[in-house]
């Protein structure tokens, strides 16, 4: 619980209650707990465990569907805390989410798949670096809490897990003129990671190879390397010339 125990005036939002088994913990080292569980028939066992919890209070739903802006003004609250252990068939989907979210969102601790999470935490040029890397280094800063083997479970998983902090940004680690056209970058040129940046960029922009060429050189960088050796500022740069292209012609 130390990660939580500095989040004592907080409210913590515990993805995947289950059957409370993290819930009584988050109860005692934070202000409030909102324990969202989308199984129903989960609930009962968990209301069971949190039952002398009063500041508990047990959410049957989607965390996928749950508006967090709402939840922060509802319980008056500038930033929330995150906790829980994701689901690794849905991993991609709640980290957008909570980086969509992260405007009200302070910390997540999170435990995901081991392979995921060396895909969050990649630098440029590796095998696992890619577009969600990217996406969540915008709104947040990930670090590596501790690996978890999957001999710590029962009934033991196949994969080894991560524990994640998640620390969001309250501003976006780059500016450019337009976020959507960042990620649509990233996401195209990424769809086609092995090749060059000047074949990628050229379908995403219309534009002939050898104007795509000037342009990347115009902001420093080289039109023959691949998506996966860019940083996100080097991306940032590119983004913004081509946006500009676009709004010329």
């Known amino acids: 619980m ?12 515990e993805i995947g209650a289950g059957t409370g088994a993290l819930t009584a913990g988050l109860s005692a080292a934070a202000a409030e707990v909102l324990a969202v569980e989308v199984d129903g ?103 590596r809490v501790i690996d978890v083997p999957s001999s710590a479970f029962y009934p033991r998983p196949k994969v080894d897990s991560t524990v994640l902090r998640l620390r969001f940004r309250e501003e976006p680690a780059v500016r450019v003129a337009d976020e959507g056209f960042l990620f649509r970058t990233i996401r195209e040129t990424f769809n086609h990671r092995r090749k060059m940046l000047v074949n990628s960029l050229s379908r995403l922009s219309g534009s002939a190879k050898s104007d795509v060429k000037k342009i990347c050189l115009s902001v420093g960088i080289d039109p023959d390397r691949r998506p996966e050796t860019l940083s996100l500022e080097e991306f940032a740069r590119l983004a913004d010339a081509f946006y500009s292209l676009r709004r010329q012609t």
Not at 2 to 13: K, Q, Y
Not at 48 to 60: G, I, M, R, S
Not at 76 to 95: C, E
């Open 41 to 143: 028939d989960l609930v009962p066992a968990l209301e069971e465990t949190v039952k002398a919890c009063p500041n508990v209070t047990v959410l049957c739903e989607d965390i996928l569907s749950l508006d967090l802006r709402r939840v922060a003004a509802e319980h008056k609250r500038d930033r929330l805390v995150v906790v829980g252990n994701l689901p690794y068939h849905m991993t991609t989907q709640v980290i957008l989410y909570l980086v969509e979210h992260g405007d009200v969102i302070s910390l997540a601790i999170v435990m995901v798949q081991k392979e995921y999470a060396d895909r969050l935490l990649a630098a440029p040029g590796g095998r696992d670096y890619g577009a969600i890397t990217l996406r969540t280094a915008y709104g947040a800063r990930a670090t």
């Open 2 to 13: 130390g990660e939580v125990d500095a989040c004592a005036a907080d409210l913590v939002v």
